[in-house]
């Protein structure tokens, strides 16, 4: 079964903290990766996008990796601001699936002062 | 470009009502999705057009909900007659070519409660 799995489901960090969010995937076959970023009430934005063949790729102090050979991705958010408080879903397209993309339940990072 | 626009931004309604959500996609994208968002079970797809033609409604949850696509800048989702569980966010996304490869822009959803 396609699967996304996301941990922790919830993180607390202090203001210009680092962190490591993990994304696990069971999809076949692999096309690409998304980490989106919800902020509360809105809908989601992409923060990057990456495919079979790169294994990091970063937009501002967000950098997502990924092992397309463990099924393995993270994000890591370098020196945090309030302003990241927000969820961070990991999303995966399966190869040939037209649409059908896979989402993992998020992870819910609330940065405080 | 106003991005992904969705209305009403929330609803409240009493069970057994019809429900109408709206969304106008970014213009130029010629896919549009359809997704509902709980706290248990996350995003899932509900259906998605190409060119205003539904290609997959497998994640319609029953035949309460429909969908259309009249033109390529609307469409609606219809929940007749609605029901508590129906309580979620549903937003709306378009794309500009094949989802595989293209971005989705997600609009800023509604939020709807039934009674």
């Known amino acids: 079964k396609n699967q996304v799995e996301q941990s922790p489901q919830s993180l607390i960090i202090l203001e210009g903290k680092n962190c490591t969010l993990q994304?696990?995937?069971?999809?076949?076959?692999?096309?690409?990766l998304r980490w989106y970023k919800q902020d509360t009430g809105r809908g989601p934005v992409s923060l990057t996008i990456?495919?079979?063949?790169?294994n990091t790729k970063s937009n501002g102090r967000y950098t997502a990796t990924l092992d397309a050979d463990t099924k393995q991705s993270s994000l890591h958010i370098t020196a945090s601001q309030l302003s990241d408080s927000a969820s961070y879903i990991c999303?995966?397209?399966?190869?040939?699936?037209?649409?059908?993309?896979?989402f993992g339940k998020g992870t819910k990072l609330s940065v405080k002062p | 470009d106003a991005g992904v626009i969705q209305s009403p931004r929330h609803e409240v309604t009493e069970m057994g009502q019809e429900v109408t959500l709206r969304c106008k996609p970014i213009?130029?994208?010629?896919?549009l999705f359809w997704y509902r968002q709980t706290m248990m079970r996350g995003l899932e797809l509900l259906i998605y057009?190409?060119?205003?033609?539904?290609?997959?409604d497998s994640g319609m949850p029953e035949d309460r909900f429909s969908a259309k696509m009249p033109n390529a800048s609307f469409s609606t989702l219809k929940i007749q007659p609605s029901e508590p569980r129906d309580s979620a966010v549903y937003f709306c996304?378009?794309?500009?070519?094949?989802?595989?490869?293209?971005?989705?822009?997600f609009g800023p959803g509604t939020r709807l409660t039934v009674l």
């Open positions: 996304a378009s794309s500009p070519r094949l989802a595989e490869y293209s971005e989705q822009f």
């Open positions: 994304c696990n995937y069971t999809v076949s076959p692999f096309s690409n």
């Open positions: 999303v995966v397209s399966q190869r040939g699936s037209q649409g059908n993309l896979i």
């Open positions: 057009f190409n060119n205003n033609v539904p290609i997959d």
């Open positions: 213009s130029g994208h010629d896919y």
């Open positions: 990456m495919t079979f063949s790169e």
